[in-house]
């Protein structure tokens, strides 16, 4: 199975809070990238079944944006905004 994410708020402002959930614990390689595919952040995560963060996007030009959790070859998006 896939991995469940939750974003919130949306639309963001300063900052965007993100929940996911996956089995089995993995680590995964999270990136936002805009809608022309532009990459603006990439971390990775520790190997867990849930992650929970509150990223800055603050400095993040308003606009559409997807989030991509990669786990090996799979890959789960959610899209969020910014707007101010």
Known sequence: AGASISLYPVPAA?????????????????????????LYRQWQTDA???????????????GNYILVAKQGDAATTARFSISR
């Open 14 to 38: 300063a900052t965007i809070t993100i929940d996911i959930i996956w089995p089995p614990p993995h680590t995964a390689r999270l990136a936002i990238y805009d809608v022309t595919g532009r």
């Open 48 to 62: 867990s079944a849930t992650y929970h963060n509150s990223i800055p996007v603050a400095d993040l030009p308003v």
